[in-house]
């Protein structure tokens, strides 16, 4: 970076935004609650998931994978090759995380069902993503829109929200010279 020396570098993150969109637009009250106390979202999947007060690092990380994963439509066969476990241990991973967040499954579902009766789905701000597949006969091309249809609503929202805060904090920087 080239600036002046009185020039200040700000660097924002919002934590786990996909995650926290998941939680709010599914309205799931677990996640949301440990979001509100500031709790480690995937320790507290790992001790719903696995039944223990604590949490090893693997089964943290374990957690993670399909607490991200949930949002992009993984497969037993990839999470199974993601935390290394056999596709049956992975399937039985992503049953138990839907059992335990149902919400997430309901919202799946139901978002399937909007993008296949209506060709789209929409961010919080209404932007849509046009899925010209998801009604296709073949499987492999219709489940890839079926998984964009539940994605796109998540990540689109998330991207409407950063895009909404770097606006504001230019107008606010620009507003405070």
């Known amino acids: 970076f080239h600036a002046s020396q009185d020039a200040v ?7 786990q935004i996909e995650l926290r969109v998941l939680a709010d637009i599914a ?7 440990s979001f509100n106390q500031n709790e480690d979202i995937h320790e507290q ?19 993670k994978a399909v607490n991200f994963g949930i949002i992009y439509g993984i497969s037993a066969w990839s999470l199974a090759d993601d935390i ?14 839907l059992t335990i967040y ?7 579902e139901d978002t399937v069902a909007f ?7 929409e ?3 209404g932007r849509r993503r046009y899925l010209k597949n998801i009604n296709s006969q073949n499987a492999i091309v219709r489940s890839a829109d079926e998984r964009n249809a ?10 409407d929200i950063i895009k909404i805060a770097m606006i504001n904090i230019f107008e606010l920087l620009t507003e405070g010279n």
Not at 84 to 97: H, L, P
Not at 102 to 108: G, L, N, S, V, W
Not at 115 to 121: P, R, S
Request: aromatic content about 8%; hydrophobic content about 40%.
């Open 123 to 125: 961010t919080i701000l």
């Open 9 to 15: 570098l700000l660097g924002a993150d919002y934590s």
């Open 102 to 108: 149902p919400e997430i499954k309901t919202y799946m």
């Open 27 to 33: 309205n799931v009250e677990a996640l949301i609650e």
């Open 150 to 159: 539940v994605n796109a609503p998540i990540q689109g929202s998330a991207a």
């Open 84 to 97: 290394n476990v056999s596709q049956k241990e992975a399937q039985q991973f992503i049953d138990t995380y």
């Open 45 to 63: 999947t790992a001790k719903k998931v696995f039944h223990v007060e604590t949490v090893s690092k693997e089964q943290r990380r374990q957690a």
């Open 115 to 121: 993008a296949k009766k209506n060709g789209y789905v």
